[in-house]
């Protein structure tokens, strides 16, 4: 069965300081992967998507950025966080076939203060 | 622009069947409906997704109507465990765009 990792489960940090969350996702191959933020008491924001090693689309301009250096794997950076940047960030995964279409996974999910 | 908009709260009582209603007038042809379940730090569970008429699975229902510029879940005999954050999804094929309502908090009471 597939399984999606995220790490760490809660991060603190203060404003002006890099940041780096990791996603894993195991049992799939050629997985969608996809970043979301999620503001306190507010919807989910697309940040970035990935159909594929080192091929990533923005959505939303920001101080933030992604890389997949491997299949399953799925890095969200920052080099200077701010205090928007505070919420709840969730790694989800689909499979290729189809396209957007299919059902995503989500993972269990980072949150972010910056103080 | 493509958006969707649903209601942001609804409230309902143990036993009834709630039906939440989201708007899509920019729907194009090839863009598929897909409803997520969230609870409070956790993230979104696939509920179901439909691309015309009606579709029904073990948990819900979803009923999109010929211009499918809207569609309405529909969560038969709910229970307290059905309080949470409702989203609605169009997905866009064409260029490979999510769109996410905003979500509504359906609150069950007993």
């Known amino acids: 069965s597939q399984t999606i990792h995220q790490w760490p489960a809660t991060l603190v940090q203060p404003v002006g300081s890099p940041l780096s969350l990791e996603c894993t996702v195991e049992g799939t191959s050629n997985p969608n992967l996809y970043w979301y933020r999620q503001a306190a008491g507010r919807g989910l924001q697309l940040l970035f998507y990935s159909v594929g090693i080192g091929q990533i689309s923005s959505e939303v301009p920001q101080n933030l950025s992604a890389s997949r250096p491997q299949d399953r794997q799925f890095i969200l950076s920052s080099k200077k966080l701010l205090l928007s940047d505070s919420g709840f960030y969730l790694c989800?995964?689909?499979?290729?076939?189809?396209?957007?279409?299919?059902?995503?996974?989500f993972g269990p999910g980072t949150r972010l203060t910056v103080l | 622009l493509a958006k969707t908009t649903q209601p942001i709260s609804m409230d309902s009582y143990e036993g009834q069947e709630v039906n939440i209603t989201c708007s899509h007038n920019?729907?194009?042809?090839?863009?598929?409906i897909t409803w997520y379940q969230q609870f409070p730090s956790q993230g979104p569970r696939f509920i179901i997704q439909?691309?015309?008429?009606?579709v029904t699975n073990e948990v819900a229902s979803l009923f999109i109507p010929a211009d499918r510029k809207s569609s309405t879940l529909s969560l038969p005999r709910v229970s307290l465990s059905d309080t949470a954050v409702y989203y609605c999804?169009?997905?866009?094929?064409?260029?490979?765009?999510?769109?996410w309502g905003a979500g509504t908090k359906l609150i069950i009471k007993p």
């Open positions: 439909g691309y015309k008429t009606k």
């Open positions: 920019n729907i194009a042809t090839n863009d598929y």
């Open positions: 999804l169009v997905a866009k094929g064409s260029n490979y765009q999510l769109i």
């Open positions: 989800a995964w689909s499979s290729r076939t189809e396209g957007p279409y299919n059902e995503q996974f």
